[in-house]
């Protein structure tokens, strides 16, 4: 990136990082999640010392990129969120956020859930971060994922929107009452996009169930109505589940891939390549 010969686009956990949020895995850089050093571990914790450098850098990442030919954005091509954004000028991204959030946070205590939301995270505060809690559906915490996904469009593009799932499912360190939502279906535009974010398996064993209403197509394929939109995103942030089952990268089920463009040739780390396919 330095010598611009690669390029990023901000994603979900860049975002928390600039925002000052940890979430679960992200205890490689903040200094308050023991608990991920016991489910991660062994990883490397980045340098204190070079972090106001890194959280600088991440300041400067666009949230989309695009040309005629391609558009790339981490989790979602939303129209009404990229205007919404683009209507903000020059604000800095940082303040952006604050600013939807805030919204978010006036919207919400609007929705009538509020009270519930409150009492149930009083009530559940340990028990929503357990996984071996027995869990019914919360719908005060539901109901504040789901406004959230929607009401500030950076963490849109970023994170997805999201829909009320059909029951309570336990991922990345707590319990959750709402599931991604394919938004590609919808996608009409001519322009291919490429997003990753959403763990797509490039192996055959069963999608978790709330991954289910995700991909309905193979792995090499293309999706939505257009056939113009590629989830590159092969799970390879699972791989610490293999390294504390010992399992050797040339054995790996996890794959960081690439697609090559414009010849849509998938790359994989492993030095696999497959042609990505349009069904129509």
């Not at 009452?177 to 996608?187: C, D, G, I, L, S």
Request: one cysteine or more.
């Amino acid at each position: 990136m330095a010598a611009e010969r690669a390029f990023a686009v901000l994603g979900n956990h860049e975002l928390n990082l600039l925002m000052h949020d940890p979430k679960d895995g992200s205890g490689w850089y903040f200094d308050n999640r023991p608990q991920d050093d016991e489910r991660y571990a062994p990883w490397q914790h980045f340098p204190i010392a070079q972090r106001s450098q890194l959280h600088e850098q991440l300041a400067q990442w666009p949230l989309v990129w695009q040309r005629d030919d391609l558009r790339v954005v981490h989790a979602a091509w939303l129209p009404e969120s990229l205007r919404q954004i683009a209507d903000a000028g020059n604000t800095p991204i940082i303040q952006q956020y604050h600013f939807w959030e805030d919204g978010f946070q006036h919207a919400f205590d609007n929705s009538g859930w509020k009270a519930t939301y409150q009492d149930e995270q009083h009530r559940l505060h340990r028990e929503l971060e357990d996984e071996q809690s027995t869990m019914a559906f919360q719908l005060g915490v539901a109901h504040y994922d789901l406004l959230r996904s929607t009401a500030n469009p950076i963490r849109a593009l970023t994170s997805g929107v999201e829909a009320l799932a059909p029951a309570p499912f336990y991922a990345n360190g707590r319990w959750r009452f709402t599931v991604r939502m394919p938004w590609w279906q919808q996608y009409q535009d001519q322009v291919p996009v490429v997003v990753g974010h959403y763990w797509r398996h490039w192996y055959d064993n069963p999608v978790p169930t709330h991954r289910q209403g995700l991909f309905h197509e193979p792995p090499t394929h293309w999706l939505g109505p257009q056939q113009n939109v590629f989830c590159i995103d092969f799970s390879v942030g699972a791989r610490w589940r293999e390294r504390q089952q010992g399992t050797p990268l040339n054995q790996t089920r996890f794959h960081l891939a690439a697609l090559r463009w414009p010849e849509a040739t998938i790359v994989l780390d492993t030095g696999l390549t497959a042609n990505s396919i349009r069904s129509r």
